[in-house]
């Protein structure tokens, strides 16, 4: 069984190697292809993950290249994980919004949006020729934003499933919380990638969360940076991705006195590819951690093993809404409980079976909304379109605010945008 990795030389990779190499009997791989175009980079990751598949006795051979076609072809499963432009890049998308007093971040609101224009020509690319050269293979978007390149890859027909780590990160430290096996614990999630809410927490069919909340709600609320009193009133657990919205303000005055997240990761990744470079390491480091990205690989070999296996499980997936949430399209892409098998993901219906609520159904469909422009704006060009996303998005919604914030996105991302 074989995978291409397309953003390879990541410093995200060996903790996809590790689960790898953990879940072996899931998912029971003999090749890698890492494919990123920055050869040095990607020898030093390349280097350091066949260590680590020949510590674990894993018989993987890792294929290390520059070209996409070479590493894909034959592969199953092509997960994409890549960023255009590095983190000089997310850098920009983080600070420029917060001259207009908005939000910086690489998902949401002004940076979300450069982020999504700079990538979703350059992943449409990349996945018109998975589909010349590996037609049958399933690709797996890590990439963010992860909702609207999900959505751009589907609305091109290709067989994608979207993947982000925050509901099994969930998943795992309320089963902590709980002093149980992660696979008792079924979440009740519902909403966008990045703008997710916990309405329920099962555990053998019954509904935990009150408790949990009860028990354990102050550390659940240092996890998020938000009030115990707003997780208490309102009886459910929003993603820590709801700090942009619930506490903009205070989130962009704190933005304004440090430094980005992107300097800390360039400083970081510098570290890990020294460690890399070491041929005496064999194992995930543990800076990694720091790196984000937890349970990645377990999400991953998870999807992949239900999609190349047909196992019909339940995990938490971005994919067409199709009636899920009535208030959206079914053309939205959703992230919700989907059952996954060999024809790809189909939504549950969203638990508790109550409508969702609309303090979080005016938000969910306002982003939606934002989103389907983003991806409009991110195909055809054009500072009108980038206008008005920005005008729908909750995190602006202001005229004079929205065309600032359009001037300094064009000119900043002016070496990536070709229109």
């Known amino acids: 069984?074989?995978?291409?990795?397309?953003?390879?030389?990541?410093?995200?990779?060996?903790?996809?190697?590790?689960?790898?190499?953990?879940?072996?009997?899931?998912?029971?791989?003999?090749?890698?292809?890492?494919?990123?175009?920055?050869?040095?980079?990607?020898?030093?990751?390349?280097?350091?993950?066949?260590?680590?598949?020949?510590?674990?006795?894993?018989?993987?051979?890792?294929?290390?290249?520059?070209?996409?076609?070479?590493?894909?072809?034959?592969?199953?499963?092509?997960?994409?994980?890549?960023?255009?432009?590095?983190?000089?890049?997310?850098?920009?998308?983080?600070t420029f919004p917060l001259a207009c007093g908005c939000v910086g971040q690489e998902t949401t609101g002004a940076g979300g949006l450069a982020k999504a224009l700079r990538t979703v020509p350059v992943v449409r690319g990349l996945a018109a020729t998975v589909r010349e050269h590996a037609p049958e293979a399933w690709i797996v978007d890590f990439t963010n934003p992860v909702g609207i390149v999900t959505r751009a890859l589907l609305d091109d027909?290709?067989?994608?499933?979207?993947?982000?780590?925050?509901?099994?990160?969930?998943?795992?430290?309320?089963?902590?919380?709980?002093?149980?096996?992660?696979e008792r614990v079924r979440l009740g999630h519902v909403g966008l990638n990045h703008?997710?809410?916990?309405?329920?927490?099962?555990?053998?069919?019954e509904n935990v969360l009150p408790r949990l909340i009860a028990e354990h709600g102050q550390a659940i609320a240092d996890d998020l940076r938000l009030p115990l009193e707003l997780i208490e009133r309102l009886q459910v657990?929003?993603?820590?991705?709801?700090?942009?919205?619930?506490?903009?303000?205070?989130?962009?005055?704190?933005?304004?006195?440090?430094?980005?997240?992107?300097?800390?990761?360039?400083?970081?990744?510098?570290?890990?590819?020294?460690?890399?470079?070491?041929?005496?390491?064999?194992?995930?480091?543990?800076?990694?951690?720091?790196?984000?990205?937890?349970?990645?690989?377990?999400?991953?070999?998870?999807?992949?093993?239900?999609?190349?296996?047909?196992?019909?499980?339940?995990?938490?997936?971005?994919?067409?809404n199709n009636g899920t949430l009535p208030f959206l399209s079914d053309d939205a892409v959703v992230e919700v409980p989907a059952k996954v098998t060999a024809a790809g993901a189909v939504p549950l219906p969203v638990e508790p079976v109550e409508p969702v609520e609309p303090l979080y159904a005016g938000l969910i469909a306002g982003v939606s909304a934002y989103e389907e422009l983003a991806l409009q704006a991110a195909l055809y060009g054009g500072a009108d379109r980038v206008r008005n996303a920005l005008l729908a998005h909750p995190l602006v919604g202001q005229e004079a605010i929205a065309a600032e914030l359009t001037e300094l996105l064009l000119e900043k991302n002016s070496g990536y945008l070709s229109w």
């Open 157 to 182: 027909g290709h067989r994608a499933i979207g993947l982000c780590n925050v509901a099994i990160g969930f998943q795992r430290r309320f089963a902590d919380h709980l002093g149980l096996a992660p």
């Open 1 to 94: 069984m074989k995978l291409a990795v397309v953003g390879g030389g990541s410093t995200y990779t060996p903790e996809l190697i590790d689960g790898f190499a953990r879940l072996r009997d899931e998912l029971p791989l003999t090749e890698i292809a890492l494919v990123d175009p920055d050869a040095s980079r990607l020898e030093l990751v390349a280097g350091v993950s066949r260590r680590m598949l020949a510590r674990a006795g894993h018989p993987a051979e890792v294929v290390a290249t520059s070209d996409l076609q070479r590493g894909v072809e034959g592969a199953q499963a092509v997960l994409f994980q890549l960023r255009v432009g590095g983190q000089a890049a997310r850098d920009v998308d983080e």
């Open 195 to 205: 703008l997710t809410w916990e309405r329920a927490v099962y555990v053998d069919g």
């Open 237 to 320: 657990v929003p993603s820590y991705y709801l700090r942009y919205f619930y506490a903009h303000d205070l989130v962009v005055e704190e933005q304004r006195t440090r430094p980005s997240r992107a300097s800390e990761v360039a400083a970081l990744e510098e570290q890990l590819l020294r460690l890399y470079a070491d041929p005496s390491v064999d194992t995930k480091p543990e800076q990694l951690a720091k790196r984000g990205g937890a349970f990645y690989s377990e999400a991953a070999v998870a999807l992949i093993a239900s999609l190349l296996g047909d196992r019909g499980d339940v995990q938490v997936v971005n994919t067409r």
